[in-house]
């Protein structure tokens, strides 16, 4: 039997276990199973395998990458964190061919989650910035 996880607990392994080290076991532990996604770079998934493909392509395109919580605020089975991701341009990213260009930019994620799992997560990130910083 699983215990109830705070949202802020959810959000904090999404970013630290799911993103910053790779860490696919995790998805199960973190992500429902319906878990509704739409990404920095404006790809909408559905479901872990959703998910886990929309890390792939952002880690084919930088395999670095890195988010950074600036801020999070949380209210019951609700957040919304102020982002920084940093990486390097290794692949093809924004439809752009590698550049090996250090990028960072700024976005913002709102999240939902139940007593378990996060069941949805909307981020917005500056790709205008990034488009400029990869261009």
């Known amino acids: 039997m ?3 996880v705070s949202i802020s607990n959810l959000v904090e392994r999404f970013y630290t276990e799911l993103w910053n080290k790779w860490n696919d076991p995790a998805v199960e532990d973190t992500l429902g199973p319906g878990f509704t996604f739409r990404g920095s770079l404006g790809q909408e998934t559905l479901g872990r395998d959703g998910w886990r493909r929309y890390r792939d392509l952002v880690r084919a395109g930088s ?11 949380c209210d ?3 957040a919304a964190a102020r982002l920084r991701y940093t990486g390097t341009h ?7 061919p590698a550049t090996q260009r250090h990028f960072e930019y700024a976005g913002a994620a709102f999240f939902a989650a139940d007593s378990r799992f996060l069941t949805s997560a909307w981020v917005l990130g500056d790709l205008d910035g990034l488009r400029r910083q990869l261009s």
């Open 2 to 4: 699983r215990v109830a």
């Open 90 to 96: 290794t692949g093809v990213l924004l439809g752009l």
């Open 76 to 78: 019951r089975q609700r």
């Open 63 to 73: 395999a670095d990458f890195c988010n950074e919580i600036v801020e999070l605020v």
